[in-house]
């Protein structure tokens, strides 16, 4: 019985430290949208090839900085929500980033937010978003509750990110470009690395 006992307070602290916000070595990785589902667009500027190339620059960034990388897409094919959702839930030891571009009809529209759910969410949205508006210079929407499918269904710390208005022209100039894209997924590194020390 004696000899049970290490072993069994091991698995109690790692089950502490998997359940506790900041301890998390994972990153999941989801560009939104996706095969047939091209998200927001104008002309020949779609949100699934701006999210995909913005999420594989961050998975860079996040290996430089010693953490496991997951994606759930590596190209451009259709992923269900419950599937993004299901690839999360494999792993005990993370947390969930949603990469999205943003588009509406109001052309005028510009800035980058951030979206959580739950209270252990939102200090990772705040961390990220201030990781962001420190590499570019655009709108700051702020952090903000939203009840989207892939953050609301996962357990561990998950937000959005909205990398900035395809509808916009001054933002869909910029995000065209390489520069902007490495800028976010740099920023967004950041603000993960900021959350795990906090």
Not at 57 to 68: T, Y
Not at 75 to 100: N, Q
């Amino acid at each position: 019985m004696n000899s049970m006992f290490p072993a069994v307070l091991v698995a109690l602290i790692g089950l502490f430290l998997c359940n506790s916000a900041q301890a998390f070595r994972t990153v999941v990785i989801d560009p939104g949208h996706g095969g047939h589902d091209k998200g927001g667009q104008w002309g020949l500027v779609y949100e699934k090839h701006l999210a995909l190339d913005t999420s594989a620059r961050l998975e860079k960034e996040l290996k430089k900085r010693g953490f496991r990388t997951v994606m759930t897409r590596r190209s451009d094919y259709f992923i269900s929500l419950p599937e993004r959702v299901r690839i999360t839930k494999k792993y005990r030891d993370a947390i969930f980033i949603s990469v999205h571009y943003n588009y509406t009809w109001k052309q005028g529209v510009s800035g980058l937010e951030t979206f959580y759910t739950n209270s252990k969410s939102k200090p990772l949205a705040a961390y990220v978003q201030s990781g962001m508006m420190k590499k570019v210079r655009t709108v700051n929407r702020g952090v903000k509750f939203a009840r989207f499918y892939v953050i609301r269904h996962n357990t561990c710390p998950a937000i959005l990110v909205e990398c900035g208005f395809v509808s916009n022209a001054t933002e869909r100039s910029r995000m065209k470009s390489a520069w902007w894209r490495q800028s976010l997924a740099e920023g967004i590194a950041d603000g993960i690395v900021r959350f795990r020390r906090s």
